[in-house]
């Protein structure tokens, strides 16, 4: 009986320390899934405004108060504005004028200049305007003509004209007035054209803008003299 009794008590001594072991493991695993079970944020939850989800932002739900980014738009600009970059001026064209690559050029040599004709006319229409013309050619009629002359230096628009720089006509009616809050000159009945403008940009360019109308022949489609003179009267320096 003594050495059963020794043999319990070995047995014992041995696997107590292991059964202890195995208890203290059961314990954390089942303290690890509680804690996860309860203290574990939800990925599937929304985040905070404005950190939205994309399919939130497509579509959010009627009591979620979402703030999305407000889209910044271009500025618009004035439907049928013209620009010339290189000699700062714009002009609003009205339908159907559009600039004309037949006539819009450029001079070189001691009197330097550069020329934008706006015309209502198709390319093949100026090219049979300008076909056996030698003055007063077709394919200027009721076009606007804006030239820039990179010499005025510091003249002002009456002086460029007492130069002869835009001819002489003894019936010219001349008046100061003002253009883009730059001093011009407009020319009535002068030596080239029936109405003609000079504007000092006060940067050594002169502008000249005139148009031509010849009575004795038909108005072109879509042209007319009032608007020439609206798209005179929308002529900007770009300052």
């Known amino acids: 009986m003594a050495a059963s009794c020794d043999h319990v008590r070995v047995t014992t001594r041995t696997f107590a320390p ?12 089942v303290l690890l899934y509680v ?31 979402l703030v999305t980014p407000a889209l910044v738009s271009p500025t618009p600009t004035q439907e049928g504005v013209f620009t010339n970059a290189k000699y700062q001026y714009s002009i609003v064209l009205v339908p159907p004028y559009h600039p004309s690559p037949a006539l819009t050029t450029t001079f070189n040599g001691a009197h330097p200049a550069a ?25 200027w009629d009721h076009t606007l003509l804006v030239a820039i002359f990179a010499d005025g230096g510091s003249m002002t628009p ?57 009575p004795e022949r038909p108005v072109p489609d879509g042209a007319s003299k009032d ?13």
């Open 18 to 29: 292991v059964a202890a072991v195995l208890l203290i493991l059961v314990a954390g695993i």
């Open 35 to 65: 804690v996860r079970a309860q203290g574990t944020p939800s990925t599937t939850g929304a985040l905070p405004t404005p950190f939205t989800t994309a399919t939130q932002l497509v579509a959010p739900s009627p009591s979620q108060n």
């Open 115 to 139: 020329q934008d004709v706006f015309t209502v006319q198709t390319p093949d229409q100026e090219g049979n305007g300008s076909k056996n013309c030698e003055t007063a050619c077709p394919v």
């Open 158 to 214: 009456r002086q460029w004209y007492d130069a002869g720089n835009v001819g002489f006509s003894t019936g010219a009616k001349l008046e100061d007035i003002t253009m883009s809050g730059r001093p011009a000159l407009k020319i009535t009945g002068s030596a080239r054209f029936p109405m003609e403008y000079v504007v000092a940009d006060g940067r050594g360019q002169m502008f000249d803008l005139a148009y031509t109308i010849r």
């Open 227 to 239: 608007k020439l003179e609206q798209m005179i009267a929308s002529f900007k320096l770009l300052l």
